[in-house]
């Protein structure tokens, strides 16, 4: 390993049918309505936890809830657990604000998240 950590899961983003309908029910959930409240994204701060709502579209990659781990260096996060033996799903990309994400799967199948902040 070479020294780079992660910050922990702090990001998890469902895909939904109905972005209104669960807007409600994770509202409803929560206790307090959406910090953030787009067409294509519907996000809750929640102990610092960010919860996000994100609808399908075409060519949507995510079919199942994704955990997102926070890390400072996206590309060495991603170096070390290719090297481990994860498998690139989504390869890093700016989803907005200097907000890098990227997706890789382990040796099981599952998808796990990597998130940067600039």
């Known amino acids: 390993m070479n020294g780079s950590t992660t910050q922990g899961i702090k990001t998890v983003l469902h895909p939904v049918s109905d972005l209104a309908a669960a807007k409600a029910v994770y509202a409803a959930l929560l206790g307090f309505a959406p910090q953030t409240d787009s067409a294509y994204y519907v996000g809750f701060e929640a102990e610092g936890q960010q919860i996000g709502l994100v609808p399908h579209r075409a060519g949507q990659v995510m079919a199942a809830p994704v955990a997102y781990w926070h890390v400072p260096d996206i590309a060495a996060k991603l170096a070390e657990v290719t090297a481990a033996g994860a498998?690139?799903?989504?390869?890093?990309?700016?989803?907005?604000?200097?907000?890098?994400?990227?997706?890789?799967?382990?040796?099981?199948?599952?998808?796990?998240?990597?998130?940067?902040?600039?």
């Open 87 to 118: 498998i690139v799903q989504q390869a890093p990309h700016d989803v907005g604000g200097g907000r890098l994400v990227a997706t890789v799967t382990d040796p099981d199948g599952n998808v796990l998240g990597l998130l940067q902040d600039s």
